[in-house]
């Protein structure tokens, strides 16, 4: 540890993790009952649900880059980050709410509804995604610091993911809207110390004459991170099972209450490894992880469809062995983002933290989408009804296929990019971490 380098405290690290719980409570909601709450409860059909995703996505590709620019360019008087946080800390869990409203008397009223908020959730989302990501290189710069930061909050992440595991059971008691509203005012209780506790204590230097234009040239020019996050995209859009375990749990186990023992299962495991990870990191690095858990994964999902839900403890296990290995790619894509950070800023000579983390923010919300339209269409491919509680065998068959063998090509994928296209090591990250900083690193720091 060098002069130059900063820690954080303990409770910067637990205030990190806990905004991380929070914000992650909003995400995995979404993520894994927004289509079944639109097609069950609102009544939207396939095609205006998968349309809606889309058109959402499609201004995501819009508005995501510039936000991430104005914040790259546009920093507040004393934070870069924090200012952001602080605005999404009131707004974020408020606008989940909103999406879980169930209002109008048409389809039409009901649809354009559903677009507004939606959208106003999307956009209010990246106000916290990006900057949160881009607070950890403001924290500290010492790349295995930065690492065990972003480790910590996909720790808490995971936390949240298993958090929603019983928000089916509560649903059944009070309904969509009061479930959201206890899990909205949990999260904004849990996001709320971090404005207080961090602090931005890494100044780094930028020229004052950068423009949009150049920072989106900056951009394009990390192939790394543009190579990096096509791999994450395919496993991401392809990671069905928690979209699709709502309605596996409802037509073929016969109860939808089942999905919180589904849910559970599977997360559970994750607790386990996730604070293994920067100790996983440091013995075998990001890269040779990912490609160990991509094989693992494909494995296991074949495995998962030929061993059939028939057995429901077989199911169970081999699930919660699987989604480990699924699950880990996930958990540490953040800490690629800041390496491809560390690596625009060595080519480029300036960095852009927060336009290449809204990269990462856009290509999540992205990958939700669609893994939410790749459900949705096959479900209709396959047959499957709306509100209807007895589907027929082929319906149930491509539910299951859904849930166990999609994934497959979405780590293939992956493996492919890992194994042949990406090729940043930790060693090349920790050396142009320390060229960058001799460069650009103000030698004052914020105590």
Known sequence: M??????????????????????????????????????????????????????????????????GAIVDKHP???????????????????????VFVNVGQTYSQKLIYAYVTYILWGMLYTISDSPLFSLSTAMTNHVYERDKLIAFGRFAAALAAISSSVFMSLKGGIGWTGSIGIYALLAFICM??????????????????????KIYRFLFKNKKLLIYYIGFLAISSTNTLQTMA????????????????????SILPVLIIAPMLPMLIKKFGKKNLTVFSCVMAIM????????????????????????????IPLLIYGMFTADCIEYGAYINGERTEAVSFSVQTFVTKLASALCGTIC???????????????????ALSGI???????????????LIIMLFFYNLSEQQVAQMSAVNRLRDIDSTARQ
């Open 76 to 98: 507040f008087k004393k934070d870069k980050y924090l200012p952001w946080i602080r605005i999404a800390t009131y707004f974020v869990p408020l606008s989940l709410v909103f």
């Open 246 to 265: 709502a309605y596996f749990a409802n037509s073929n186990l016969g109860n939808e209450n089942i999905v919180t023992v589904i849910m559970a299962v």
């Open 376 to 394: 949705l269409q096959l479900l209709g491919a396959f047959g499957y009804v709306e509100k209807v509680k007895e589907q027929t065998p082929f």
């Open 192 to 213: 709320m110390p971090l404005q207080f506790a961090a602090k931005e204590r890494v100044r780094y230097k930028r020229s004052k004459d950068i423009t949009f234009a």
């Open 300 to 327: 296991l999902c074949i495995v998962q469809y030929f061993a059939g839900y028939g057995v429901f403890a077989v199911f169970l296990t081999i699930a919660a062995v699987r989604v480990v290995f699924m699950q």
């Open 2 to 67: 060098t002069k130059n380098e900063y820690l954080t405290s303990p409770l910067e690290r637990a205030s990190y993790g806990s905004f991380f719980f929070g914000q992650n409570i909003i995400y995995v909601l979404q993520f894994q009952f927004l289509t079944y709450y639109y097609t069950e409860s609102v009544g939207l059909s396939i095609a205006s649900a998968t349309l809606l995703l889309l058109v959402a996505r499609i201004l995501d590709a819009v508005y995501d880059p510039i936000m």
């Open 400 to 414: 299951w296929i859904l849930m166990s063998l999609v994934p497959v090509a979405g780590y293939a994928v992956m």
